[in-house]
């Protein structure tokens, strides 16, 4: 069965999450990752099933209200936070919450943060992907900004996220990655970056990360789990430029997820 292509919500920003359900639906998309953010839709499960239900789209994740601009979303229990996004997840029909590590100043939570997502797993039945994140920079300098660290990879946790934009600022190879996680690995965000300092989320192709090989050796290699476009189009010119890029990004995916599945079959 070919990987499914799916679209974060948080890739039509400035736009609603209820815009990027439509533009999913619209452009053929196969799931909708749905980012928790300060869009107060996105914090309503009767309105994400409502969305889901009326574009007849199912939801493959749901990201944790873990960005900095999302530190009060859902309060400021760090735990109670996970518990609501997996609370979500159950409730639309998603198996995956993806997470960012703790930032470096939630030294408590940083410190329970590798067994405590083990133990909602089990509580939950869903999988907590850790996503891999990068140091921020300040002039010449990289500031560790995350504990226990940025590489999920060096961790026990049994569900990972690969960001190809973060990897791309941490100067990390996303297919050693990938094959350091082997089958921890369970969910993709598909997009691209250049080595410097800005988590850009560009258009797949458009940066420096190889994604048409990664996507190909995800394929060649078994991954099953979902491939979700989260790019940055807040420098569009016009909605149709911002269609054309979310166009683009799937039909990249599509391409090179294809591409070695047919590798994997000769």
């Known amino acids: 069965m070919a990987t499914s292509v799916g679209l974060s919500t948080?890739?039509?920003y400035p736009e609603s999450t209820a815009h990027g359900f439509a533009y999913a639906a619209d452009l053929g998309y196969d799931t909708v990752e749905v980012m928790v953010g300060i869009d107060a839709i996105s914090q309503q499960v009767s309105a994400v099933l409502q969305l889901a239900d009326h574009h007849q789209i199912p939801i493959s994740a749901v990201h944790?209200?873990?960005l900095l601009f999302t530190q009060r979303v859902w309060g400021l229990e760090p735990w109670g936070?996970?518990?609501r996004s997996a609370d979500m997840a159950a409730?639309?029909?998603?198996?995956?919450v993806v997470v960012h590590p703790p930032f470096r100043w939630q030294k408590e939570y940083a410190a329970e943060f590798v067994n405590g997502i083990a133990a909602l797993e089990e509580s939950t039945g869903l999988a907590f992907a850790v996503e891999n994140m990068y140091p921020w920079r300040a002039s010449k300098r990289q500031l560790p900004m995350y504990l226990p660290g940025t590489d999920p990879s060096a961790e026990t946790y049994a569900n990972t996220t690969i960001d190809l934009s973060h990897a791309a600022i941490a100067g990390d190879d996303v297919i050693e990655?990938?094959?350091r996680l082997g089958p921890r690995l369970r969910h993709i965000h598909l997009t691209d970056g250049t080595s410097n300092a800005r988590d850009e989320h560009l258009v797949p192709g458009r940066g420096e990360m190889g994604a048409d090989r990664f996507l190909q050796?995800?394929?060649?290699?078994?991954?099953?789990g979902d491939v979700v476009v989260e790019i940055n189009t807040r420098k569009a010119a016009d909605l149709e430029e911002r269609e054309a890029d979310l166009v683009e990004s799937l039909e990249f995916a599509r391409k090179h997820l294809a591409a070695g599945a047919a590798d994997s079959e000769d």
């Open 10 to 12: 948080v890739s039509v």
């Open 64 to 66: 944790a209200p873990c």
């Open 81 to 83: 936070k996970l518990q």
């Open 91 to 96: 409730a639309v029909g998603a198996e995956v």
């Open 177 to 179: 990655m990938a094959e």
């Open 217 to 224: 050796h995800l394929t060649r290699t078994g991954f099953a």
